[in-house]
């Protein structure tokens, strides 16, 4: 034990490191560095969206040093930063041994939305966060790895209810010095400004890094005093505005991207497109090799070896579509500097190029213009090919060149504190390093490892904290609707209730009324009061979505004013960090797409390390992770073609699971109290659903099948087999 007095200089590399800490993302998947954040000023965290930079300007610099004078603060904050600098020099990395050609030349991922975090709501949905999980897993496998993306400054809105139980939207300012973000800069240490054609106006733009680990992330921004106020607002907000604003907001994403990395010295080896949104980036490879002299043929099948696409849903309205006159406003400056007939170019967008009333879909220009596509589960690959077979009249649907790799998350981004303290305990301080593989979890199968008592502990431990978290919020969203009743809020919910979670967004074809289309029946089960039961709801529509907006307001309406008063609540304004609380606490997280239109869905994922059970359709990647033993299932493998007797099908079979299946085997307790036949279930999902349903995974698949040159590339367009289900 030593006395001495923490060197100066001491304290400076610490203030420097947790500056530099806080600008690193990789603190968001750092347990030990969330609480210290925390620590130096808990309702800072709290209230500022859990915001490491912005407690760093909370706490003064002399605060901070005096406080690092305490012996046991600054061995911890040493601690933390000798593991942050391991993890961004460690040499042994999965990419190091298998992938290493992308440390000089990377993957350049482009998405139109990432989810990394609450305090950067730059996502609006499970796209985003996909997005961001991927990226977190590239940095952990070593993996080169930038990616492209907007720097929306009002970022996706907040969502409020009004006295009408209708959803408002509000919008606040994002600051980006109070953000986890770097400006980029050139040589000479100014903002580096790019420029891109956008209808007649050439429209500059700034950008953002992200640092996500080892990975970096930059956002373009055209929120700049040199260009007219409409190009401005360009990247105002996450798919705001009419299609206009969208086809240009694609135009900065694609094209400036690529404009970007150049600036940068990058020179990615591949591009992969996550989703059409950012599909314009192939005019711009194209341009690049024509100006360069390639002929328009040899410039399009050089930018094809480069090119990945990963389509995401086959719902419609998924599919950005322009017309033909919006194309030639928007592109207009654009296809004069690429040397070749306009109806080449607007062909590359249209099932049939001659159609010049065809619409311009930016899933059939990525379609045509990638070395290889892909879905995102077994059966969304199917769909897939199906939907676009019409691009390959020789071919049978079975033969379009759209493979899959599942979806998964980036586990230790999603685990709850708890979960952490729980496998830290039984494992000890080196428990994360294999988090992600088989054997990890096969532990869990054995009771001497894990008895049933301390795993319904930890369940209770979790409820108790949804509990308690959901009863904080709500008496928020009441204090707002000028609410007085404060002391019913300390009664909502009730932590013995089996808890069925619902959250994601608003989307129609997800069907979030779906499980009280038998209200009867629902009643009467949340009646017996030998067997509570409550729901508990999350979620945003789409400002334009008023159909969405009307599930919600029937949600609330039934929470208010039906009989399921009590037993059923609404969380406002949904986000990361509701979604990280949910999860974690929900006993059943309930999943009813119209099957097959979830491609893959990815919450259900986020419960399973928790010990939560999916209820779900046998869609996306429910139907390949449910194998009878680790969760439920609605329906079976299959569904009818009319969508009234899908809807009428699924919520028959839905109130009959849980009341067959869930709620008896839930309430099912042997002398001890002990719920054995669940807690059987809880060690089958955890053991099954989390070292498969990961990022790491899905990273790994992403490289060795697609981004590393494939030994027998084909001609144009059809590169791809479809690729069997996971090994
Ligand atoms: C995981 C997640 C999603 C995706 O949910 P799905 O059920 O897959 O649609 C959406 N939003 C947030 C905030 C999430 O965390």
Not at 108 to 132: D, K, N, Q, V, W
Not at 482 to 488: C, E, K, L, N
Request: hydrophobic share 40%.
């Amino acid at each position: 034990m030593t006395l001495n007095p923490i060197a100066p200089s001491e304290i400076n590399d610490m203030v420097v490191g947790l500056n530099r800490l806080a600008r690193n993302l990789w603190w968001t998947w750092d347990q030990e560095a969330q609480d210290l954040f925390q620590e130096l000023s808990p309702r800072g965290w709290r209230n500022m969206f859990h915001n490491a930079v912005a407690i760093l300007h909370e706490v003064s610099d002399y605060e901070l040093r005096v406080r690092l004078q305490d012996a046991a603060m600054a061995r911890r904050v040493q601690k933390i930063l000798q593991s942050f600098d391991r993890y961004l020099e460690a040499p042994d990395t999965w990419a190091a041994a298998h992938a290493p050609q992308f440390a000089t030349h990377p993957v350049a991922y482009f998405s139109a939305e990432f989810g990394f975090h609450e305090t950067l709501p730059i996502a609006a949905g499970g796209l985003g966060m996909l997005a961001g999980d991927h990226t977190k897993a590239a940095s952990d496998l070593g993996l080169g790895f930038v990616g492209v993306s907007l720097f929306y400054r009002e970022g996706y809105f907040m969502q409020a209810i009004n006295p009408d139980n209708w959803q408002t939207e509000y919008y606040t300012l994002l600051n980006p010095k109070n953000l986890p973000i770097e400006p980029v800069l050139n040589a000479r240490g100014e903002p580096l400004i790019g420029h891109v054609g956008v209808a007649t106006s050439q429209v500059a733009f700034q950008a953002w890094r992200v640092n996500v680990g080892r990975a970096s992330v930059y956002l373009l921004d055209t929120n700049l005093p040199e260009n007219e106020p409409h190009y401005r607002d360009l990247t105002l907000r996450v798919y705001g505005g009419d299609a206009t604003t969208r086809v240009m907001q694609e135009i900065v994403l694609g094209v400036g991207g690529v404009r970007l990395l150049r600036a940068l010295g990058i020179t990615p080896s591949v591009f992969h497109l996550n989703e059409g949104h950012a599909a314009f980036l192939v005019l711009e490879l194209i341009r690049e090799r024509m100006a360069e002299g390639m002929t328009f043929e040899a410039a399009l099948a050089a930018t094809r070896q480069q090119c990945l696409f990963t389509t995401h849903t086959p719902v419609e309205a998924g599919h950005d579509r322009f017309s033909p006159d919006l194309m030639h406003f928007a592109m207009h400056r654009l296809f004069r500097q690429i040397k070749v007939h306009q109806a080449d170019l607007l062909g590359l967008g249209r099932l049939d190029p001659a159609n010049e009333r065809e619409p311009f879909c930016m899933t059939v220009l990525a379609l045509k213009t990638a070395r290889a596509a892909n879905g995102v589960s077994e059966l969304h690959g199917q769909v897939s090919r199906r939907m676009w077979q019409p691009l390959f009249p020789d071919r049978t649907a079975a033969e379009v060149p759209i493979g899959h790799v599942t979806n998964g998350v980036h586990l230790l981004g999603w685990m709850k504190g708890t979960v952490r303290t729980f496998w830290k305990r039984k494992l000890g301080c080196d428990w994360e390093r294999n988090v992600n593989t088989p054997e990890f979890w096969q532990r869990i199968l054995d009771p001497q490892f894990v008895t049933d008592e301390e795993l319904w502990a930890l369940r209770y431990t979790l409820r108790r904290e949804l509990v308690e978290f959901t009863r904080r919020r709500l008496l928020l969203q009441g204090e707002r609707l000028g609410r007085s009743d404060f002391i019913a809020f300390d009664h909502l919910l009730n932590v013995d209730a089996l808890t069925i979670g619902f959250a994601r967004r608003f989307a129609t074809y997800k069907r979030a009324p779906l499980v009280f289309q038998q209200l009867a029946h629902i009643v009467e089960l949340v009646k017996d009061p030998t067997r509570p039961i409550q729901f508990i709801f999350a979620g945003k529509a789409h400002p334009r979505d008023d159909d969405g907006k009307r599930f919600i307001q029937q949600i609330i309406h039934l929470s208010r004013y039906s009989e399921l008063q009590g037993h059923l609540v609404f969380i406002e304004n949904y986000d990361m960090h509701i979604a990280r609380q949910m999860v974690a606490g929900c006993d059943v997280w309930l999943n009813n797409p119209r099957r097959p239109l979830e491609a893959s869905g990815t919450s259900g994922m986020k419960t399973a390390p928790h010990g939560g059970l999916n209820l779900s359709i046998l869609d996306g990647w429910w139907r390949e992770a449910y194998d009878g033993t680790n969760g439920f299932a609605i329906g079976e493998d299959s569904h009818p073609d009319s969508i009234e007797e899908q809807d009428r099908r699924d919520g028959e079979n839905l109130a009959q699971v849980l009341n067959e299946e869930v709620i008896p085997c839930f309430f099912n307790r042997d002398a001890n109290g002990i719920p054995r036949q669940w807690i059987h279930k809880i060690r089958r999902a955890m053991a099954t659903v989390a070292p498969q349903y990961n990022t790491w995974r899905m990273v790994q698949q992403y490289v060795t099948r697609y981004y590393l040159p494939q030994p027998q590339t084909r001609p144009a367009p059809s590169t791809a087999d479809p690729i069997p289900a996971s090994p």
